[in-house]
């Protein structure tokens, strides 16, 4: 590795050890579902955003309401005290595709359809609303 890119590297690692964040890899499900779920709760305060995704209907909240939670522990794990109610949000949430697993369905005549089914990755970053203050 050069000296530019180890550079690079050892500032993008310093950067990630002040963000709280969670992964989620190959979620089960297909991107564009755990996506409409992610943007319901996107910039929302955190405990407010346990409760739309507890009370949710889809799938992918359930999964979604377990990463959030976790993203909360390792934000009190590196602040070393209790998040308090307001003082968290939801500051990104990527949802990107994962591996796919491709299959073949019968079909008249011979043929074969094809059927992707579909799978994501969920990056999930906590961060508090009053930087300046904590700082």
């Known amino acids: 590795m050069g000296k530019r890119k180890r550079i690079a590297a050892e500032a993008r690692k310093e950067a990630q050890k002040t963000i709280s964040f969670a992964k989620l890899n190959n979620v089960p499900t297909s991107p564009r579902k755990t996506r409409y779920v992610a943007?319901?709760?996107?910039?929302m305060e955190a405990f407010k955003a346990l409760g739309v995704l507890k009370f949710s209907?889809?799938?992918?909240?359930?999964r979604l309401e377990k990463l959030l939670r976790s993203a909360i522990a390792n934000w009190e794990?590196?602040?070393e005290r209790k998040a308090e109610s307001g003082e968290l949000y939801v500051?990104?949430?990527?949802v990107d595709g994962g591996a796919m697993l491709k299959r073949m369905r019968t079909a008249p005549q011979g043929r074969g359809y094809r059927i992707r089914?579909?799978?994501?990755h969920v990056t999930?970053?906590?961060d508090t609303?009053?930087?300046e203050i904590q700082n």
């Open 77 to 79: 794990a590196k602040n």
């Open 39 to 43: 943007d319901m709760i996107r910039g």
């Open 57 to 62: 209907n889809k799938e992918a909240a359930a």
């Open 91 to 94: 500051s990104l949430i990527n």
């Open 117 to 120: 089914k579909r799978s994501n």
């Open 124 to 126: 999930l970053h906590v």
């Open 129 to 131: 609303l009053n930087k």
